[in-house]
């Protein structure tokens, strides 16, 4: 048991483990996030010790009160990794004003975008970085009880986090009374269907309560009614594993990393035409160019660029005279597409770009969990929509009726799946036009 950050220190100054970074790790690469991945093993919370684990968990109970805690996490100006980018700082404080004997921390591990895996590296990797991201969200929100809802397709950090919540119950880490602070937090993990809105924040509420994966409209918001309607925080994984660095170094070292609007570092998944695939660690504000040519090696085969799709089957298609775009929340948000959870995928040229459109058009029709009409109804039709300018088959005011629909899903839609799934139509459209034209037939 360990029950004092003197006992903490002296487990870490005791292990004498000597840690050395991944060599293959970019120059332009700055890692915080997954600074630990690849590094320890994430299975010894020894070594999660070893290498300063969970000393900002019992600083934040021995030496801050919760608000201290949340004015930290504000000055960081850390945003929602999962896509939204939502302050997380305010969506703290709004819970911690709430008063209710209970309340709830989930962390949302349901990572669904094709090719990525961002998410799914930390839980496996450095689980216990995201318990006490976790922990010490609970101690600034008031809440002693947290969830992990990860995807069943992820049984490997199913796998870990069991056993890291295991060895941090048995170190005294989680539980009750938590560094004798008189804090308490235990955490389960809860597993996913794979239905991709789940992804959603009410929906994942909803399954996690034993419900059908369905949105909910909001108001009322998670702040005031959230799972089983107490106030309830969720963030997803990169968020939280996040919070342990920003309590160690500071709000002001995190806001200093980034841009502006946008701070700290972002994990992305580099995958599609592409030669280095994988994970890169890369400060907001990294270009497009960057991330592509100088980390990624370029597109795979001498092959020329073409586009950039980013955010998941919900993102945009950015060309190529856009490459030196900074990668940020606002910049990719005015080139029609958004941040979402990390996912890039290259396209070279020699790929269409409306069947480009057509595959997560269809991606997000599968998914739709079709509650309301304009997704479910919506979706189905641009996808059909789309199947006749692949064939060629298409007339103007197909073309026309493509946009209109594309606005209405856009406007109409219940949740964030339908809300942005018309983005990879509109994106292309933008900047690919001609290539939708050469689909409408001269009858």
């Known amino acids: 048991m360990i029950t004092s950050i003197q006992e903490l220190q002296e487990a870490a100054l005791n292990s004498k483990k000597d840690f050395k970074t991944p060599s293959d790790i970019h120059p332009k690469e700055r890692r915080v996030v997954l600074e630990n991945v690849g590094v320890i093993d994430p299975q010894s919370i020894e070594d999660y010790i070893a290498s300063g684990g969970y000393m900002s968990l019992f600083r934040a109970l021995d030496e801050m009160s919760p608000k201290e805690v949340i004015e930290e996490v504000k000055i960081s100006a850390l945003r929602g990794r999962g896509g939204g980018g939502y302050p997380t700082g305010l969506k703290w404080e709004s819970v911690s004003k709430v008063i209710s004997e209970q309340k709830y921390i989930i962390c949302n591990g349901d990572e669904g975008d094709p090719g990525a895996f961002m998410d799914r590296a930390v839980m496996e990797g450095d689980p216990h970085r995201v318990l006490e991201g976790m922990a010490i969200a609970g101690y600034a929100c008031g809440a002693n009880k947290g969830y992990i809802y990860v995807r069943a397709e992820y049984p490997i950090a199913v796998e870990k986090l069991s056993r890291a919540i295991k060895q941090a119950t048995k170190f005294g880490i989680l539980g009750e009374n938590i560094a004798h602070s008189g804090f308490n937090f235990s955490v389960e993990i809860r597993l996913g269907a794979g239905a991709f809105v789940c992804g959603e924040a009410t929906a994942l509420i909803a399954s996690i309560e034993g419900n059908r994966g369905h949105p909910r409209q909001k108001p009322p918001h998670l702040s005031d009614y959230g799972l089983w309607g107490k106030p309830t925080v969720l963030n997803n994984v990169e968020t939280l594993a996040n919070i342990a660095p920003i309590i160690k170094n500071g709000g002001a070292w995190f806001r200093a990393i980034g841009t502006e609007s946008s701070s700290g570092t972002k994990v992305f998944a580099l995958t599609g035409h592409i030669k280095n695939t994988g994970l890169v660690e890369v400060e907001m504000g990294t270009t497009l160019r960057e991330l592509i040519f100088d980390i990624g090696g370029g597109v795979e085969d001498g092959r020329k660029f073409k586009a950039i799709q980013s955010g998941g089957p919900s993102g945009g298609c950015i060309p190529e005279h856009l490459l030196d775009l900074q990668v940020d929340y606002e910049s990719l948000k005015s080139a029609g597409s958004i941040m979402g959870s ?54 103007k005011s197909d073309f026309e009726l493509l946009k209109e629909m594309c606005k209405m899903v856009k406007s109409t839609s219940l949740c964030g799946l339908g809300q942005t799934a018309p983005n990879p139509v509109l994106s292309t459209i933008r900047y690919f036009e001609d290539e939708y034209l050469a689909g409408i037939c001269d009858d």
């Open 342 to 395: 990390g996912g890039l995928i290259v396209i070279d040229e020699g790929s269409n770009m409306v069947e480009i459109a057509r595959f997560f058009m269809d991606f997000c029709r599968s998914e739709s969990c079709g509650k309301c009409t304009p997704c479910r109804v919506g979706t189905t039709e641009l996808t059909m929509l789309l199947d006749k300018f692949i064939a060629k088959k298409a007339t």
